[in-house]
Structure formats: C-alpha cells, structure tokens
C-alpha cells in the first residue's frame, strides 16, 4: 500500500498542470485546508488540488494511481473525526471539490436533482425550494458542508426519522473510483436491482474507495404545515414514552425528536446570550419535537401534546407560533455544539444504540464517565428518535480544558473508552453519524467483528490495490 509516499517534483507539476494555475495552492497559502473543526489536529499536505470537473478529477486520480501517490478528498471541511485531514504526514495531497459545485439538473417528475459533490448543503436546499420541493437532509453545519462530504461520511442529521440517513436520499451517484475510471449511474431509478449497488458501497466509506462527483438526490414536497414544539420533561425514560405516544397519534409526520438536557440548554443560553430558555421553570431534560404534515396538522398536534400533559406524559410544552418561534427553539439545539467548544469539552461522542435503551445508556455512561474523574461535566443530547446519542464531557467547573487536560495525562483516552465500552455493552455503534476518519481507526480495530474487518480490508484492496484513496482512513 503506498499510503503518502513523497511525490517529486514531475508529479507536482503535471497535477498543477492539470488544474491551471488557479487550481493549486502551496501548503503556506491553504491554511484553511488543515482545520479541525474541534481544534484536536492540524493536517498536513505538500499541495491542496481544486478540480472544477470530474474529467479532471479523473485524470488527478490516474496519474496519483500510476505514481502511487496518495490523495484525502475534501468537502467543506466539516468532519470532526480527521478522515479530511493528515496530522502526521506532509506527503497528502488534499483534493478539494469546492469547485464542483453546480446543480446540474432539477427534475420535478422525477423527484429528484443532479447535484455536484461540491454544493453546499443550505444552496441545495434553496435550489429544491425554488420548485417548492425539498431536499430533507439537514443537519446543523448546513451553511458550509458539502454534499460530497454528507454522501462520503453516510451524514445524518435532524431529519434521519422520517426520511432517513444521506444514504437514504441518494438515487444515483457519478464517482471516481482509484484507477481513474468514472462510475456514472445517475439515472433516477427508485428500482435497480443490477448486481451489486456500488453507490451504496461508495456512500460511508469516507474517499477510500473513490472520489464522489455528483449525485442524483431524492426531492420531497414541502410540507403545508409544520409545527415545532419543546416539551419539558423529567427524564430520558419519559422521553421514550412520549415519543412513542406522539409517534401512535401522528405517524411518519414525526420528522425531528431532539433530546437535550437542562445542564446543555444552560449552556447554550450562556455561550449564546441572545438565545434564551423559553420555560420559567427550570427541567432537567427537553424534547425538541417538530411535525409537518397536511393543512390542519397544528390542530392534531396541539391536541396530541395537550392530552399528553392531562396524562402527565411531559411538564409543560411550548408550541412554536412564527417563524422566528421556531427558529429560536431550534436554535438551542443547534448551537450546541458550539456551546460544547466554548465550554470546553474534552470528549465528543457519536454513538447509537437501541432506541429502546437509550435511557440505561445514558445513565450508564454518565457513571462510567465519572468513574474516570468525579469532577467531570457531561452534555448528553441527540437523536433520540434514531437512537443517536452524543456525550459531551468537560473539565470540573471553573478549570480550564488545557490545565486540566496536561495535569490528568491520557484524561482524553480514559473518557473515550468508558463511552464506547458503555455502548458496546448496550448492543451499540461507536459511530453514529460523523464515520470512522483517522480518530476512531483504533476503536473500530478493538470492537468491530472480525469478518466485517477482513471484508472491509479485502473491498479495499480489490479496487484500491495502490492504497491511493485517503490512506489511513476507516482502516490501517
């Protein structure tokens, strides 16, 4: 496997050469390339490419494949498990598709839009509404990641319970795969059953196996009407219950179910002060629910929620009633993560389990956390309606991240591993939604079964027997 063997000097130039001259930059001119989003890594690169079109895309894989040069494809640089990045390497060569970022086609038919890898997430939704349509990924980093990075890394987001992971919203896709050949299989087919779907086994494998350049996506109508309400409640255990009584009474028109505690609403509402806890009343937990549905969905929802509170299923309810109610309510959730990084978390977990032991796991985990240190801090928040559950751990009150990390050497490593042991325990992923990248390859050599280990090897090797594509990544 090549892995990041140094390029010469020849194979730099016939790269740039393939771009021009305002498709390259120099490792000093790209700093913005070698970002961690939560500030763990800084990567590292001898060029960063910028292909405006997947014939050259192409021709950049061929020649990296012939020379045995290693590539990382780069989206918008939203992943927080380094699959963009090199932290111990100078030898990468970034590939960015920023400038892939057209939408080729808009369907109304077919329900469906061409899009290029580059696009980013919120354009393609603005570009969907503009045939008042929607496409139903959506996630809180909507303004800058791509959709070549959500299909690369399987993205889920606050919409997974009705409509799904990227995966699910994905017809077709057109990819470079490491010998430099185009797979374009774009066609809208809701049915294909043609041997194996290799568009499935490119979405999640994070540019190890290919270059994603564009994809048919699924478009949905836009819901008539949608309705957000933040319901207070005692316990993640009642979560559950409400949940499944809301679910009995609406259906699929439960598209988002946002878990969030009082500790992380204090967060936000202290990180982010125009943002403000609509309850007078302090609850140890919330849920985030919204609904969209036909015309008279607010009707059949208010009475849901207000038969919910005679049966003291939750404490009290705050129903959205503008626009900017809703946006404000979504707003605590969304600003979270942000919240966590100003407050200074240590850890930032990703895990799923069984719906139906979320709370055990929570709990679980809070304890097992503690046992690392009893000082620290926990956030635990997510998707409860898919079982997505993140934990964010910080330092005791009032100590910072760095003093306390340096006088509690392998804290970080501790904090980690308590959570996934937790969540094997619980029949759970270790990765729910954010892949596997460069930071959890260790924590899927301990607990992934060793089949799937020896298959995921085997795939690789098979179609990137050179080991060009974003070497290190899911796999060593």
């Given at each position: 496997?090549?892995?990041?063997s140094?390029?010469?000097?020849?194979?730099?130039?016939?790269?740039?050469?393939?771009?021009?001259?305002?498709?390259?930059?120099?490792?000093?001119?790209?700093?913005?390339?070698?970002?961690?989003?939560?500030?763990?890594f800084?990567?590292?690169?001898?060029?960063?490419?910028?292909?405006?079109?997947?014939?050259?895309?192409a021709?950049?894989?061929?020649?990296?494949?012939?020379?045995?040069?290693?590539?990382i494809?780069?989206g918008?640089?939203?992943?927080?498990?380094?699959?963009?990045?090199?932290?111990?390497?100078?030898?990468?060569?970034?590939?960015?598709?920023?400038?892939?970022?057209?939408?080729?086609?808009?369907?109304?038919?077919?329900?469906?839009?061409?899009?290029?890898?580059?696009?980013?997430?919120?354009?393609?939704?603005?570009?969907?509404?503009?045939?008042?349509?929607?496409?139903?990924?959506?996630?809180?980093?909507?303004?800058?990641?791509?959709?070549?990075g959500?299909?690369?890394?399987?993205?889920?987001?606050?919409?997974?319970l009705?409509?799904?992971?990227?995966r699910?919203?994905?017809?077709?896709?057109?990819?470079?795969?490491p010998?430099?050949?185009?797979?374009?299989?774009?066609?809208?087919?809701?049915?294909?059953?043609?041997?194996?779907?290799?568009?499935?086994?490119?979405?999640?494998?994070?540019?190890?196996?290919?270059?994603?350049?564009?994809?048919?996506?699924?478009?949905?109508?836009?819901?008539?009407?949608?309705?957000?309400?933040?319901?207070?409640?005692?316990?993640?255990?009642?979560?559950?219950?409400?949940?499944?009584?809301?679910r009995?009474?609406?259906?699929?028109?439960?598209?988002?179910?946002?878990?969030?505690?009082?500790?992380?609403?204090?967060?936000?509402?202290?990180?982010?002060?125009?943002l403000?806890n609509?309850?007078?009343?302090?609850?140890?937990?919330?849920?985030?629910?919204?609904?969209?549905g036909?015309?008279?969905?607010?009707?059949?929802?208010?009475?849901?929620?207000?038969?919910?509170?005679?049966?003291?299923l939750?404490?009290?309810?705050?129903?959205?009633?503008?626009?900017?109610?809703?946006?404000n309510?979504?707003?605590?959730?969304?600003?979270?993560?942000?919240?966590?990084?100003?407050?200074?978390?240590?850890?930032?977990?990703?895990?799923?389990?069984?719906?139906?032991?979320?709370?055990?796991?929570?709990?679980?985990t809070?304890?097992?956390?503690?046992?690392?240190h009893?000082?620290?801090?926990?956030?635990?928040y997510?998707?409860i309606?898919?079982?997505?559950?993140?934990?964010?751990?910080?330092?005791?009150?009032?100590?910072?991240?760095?003093?306390?990390?340096?006088?509690?050497?392998?804290?970080?490593?501790?904090?980690?591993?308590?959570?996934?042991?937790?969540?094997?325990?619980?029949?759970?992923?270790?990765?729910?939604?954010?892949?596997?990248?460069?930071?959890?390859?260790?924590?899927?050599?301990?607990?992934?079964?060793?089949?799937?280990?020896?298959?995921?090897?085997?795939?690789?090797?098979?179609?990137d027997?050179?080991?060009?594509?974003?070497?290190?990544?899911?796999?060593?």
């Amino acid at each position: 496997m090549a892995g990041f063997s140094p390029p010469d000097d020849t194979v730099l130039d016939r790269l740039k050469a393939i771009v021009g001259a305002d498709g390259w930059r120099a490792p000093n001119e790209a700093a913005r390339y070698f970002d961690d989003p939560r500030g763990r890594f800084e990567g590292r690169a001898c060029l960063v490419l910028l292909p405006k079109s997947t014939d050259e895309v192409a021709r950049i894989v061929r020649l990296c494949n012939e020379t045995g040069t290693g590539l990382i494809p780069w989206g918008g640089g939203t992943g927080v498990v380094a699959g963009q990045l090199s932290p111990d390497n100078d030898n990468a060569i970034i590939l960015s598709v920023e400038r892939l970022n057209r939408v080729r086609e808009i369907n109304a038919q077919d329900f469906a839009m061409v899009a290029e890898a580059g696009c980013i997430l919120e354009n393609v939704h603005a570009a969907a509404a503009e045939h008042r349509l929607m496409f139903p990924l959506s996630m809180a980093s909507k303004g800058s990641c791509t959709i070549g990075g959500n299909l690369a890394t399987n993205a889920g987001g606050i919409q997974v319970l009705r409509h799904g992971n990227a995966r699910d919203l994905c017809l077709g896709i057109e990819a470079v795969l490491p010998s430099g050949e185009v797979l374009s299989e774009l066609s809208p087919l809701r049915k294909n059953n043609t041997g194996y779907d290799l568009r499935h086994l490119l979405i999640g494998s994070e540019g190890t196996l290919g270059i994603i350049t564009a994809a048919t996506l699924v478009l949905k109508p836009i819901d008539p009407d949608t309705v957000t309400a933040l319901c207070a409640i005692a316990s993640p255990a009642q979560a559950l219950t409400l949940f499944s009584e809301l679910r009995k009474r609406l259906g699929d028109s439960l598209s988002g179910l946002e878990l969030m505690s009082g500790f992380g609403i204090g967060l936000v509402t202290r990180h982010f002060p125009s943002l403000r806890n609509p309850f007078s009343d302090p609850h140890d937990w919330v849920l985030l629910a919204e609904i969209s549905g036909p015309e008279g969905m607010r009707e059949r929802v208010e009475v849901a929620l207000a038969d919910c509170l005679d049966s003291d299923l939750l404490a009290d309810v705050v129903i959205a009633t503008s626009e900017t109610q809703r946006t404000n309510l979504w707003d605590l959730r969304e600003n979270t993560p942000d919240a966590n990084r100003l407050e200074g978390a240590i850890c930032n977990s990703d895990t799923a389990v069984p719906i139906s032991r979320i709370e055990g796991f929570i709990r679980e985990t809070q304890a097992a956390v503690l046992a690392t240190h009893q000082g620290l801090r926990l956030n635990s928040y997510g998707h409860i309606g898919d079982g997505n559950i993140h934990h964010n751990v910080f330092p005791p009150e009032g100590v910072a991240k760095a003093a306390f990390v340096s006088e509690h050497p392998g804290i970080i490593e501790a904090v980690r591993d308590a959570i996934d042991r937790v969540t094997i325990d619980f029949a759970g992923a270790i990765s729910a939604e954010h892949g596997i990248g460069r930071l959890k390859v260790p924590d899927l050599l301990r607990y992934g079964a060793p089949p799937k280990l020896a298959a995921i090897r085997k795939i690789k090797a098979a179609l990137d027997p050179n080991g060009i594509m974003n070497p290190g990544a899911i796999i060593d």
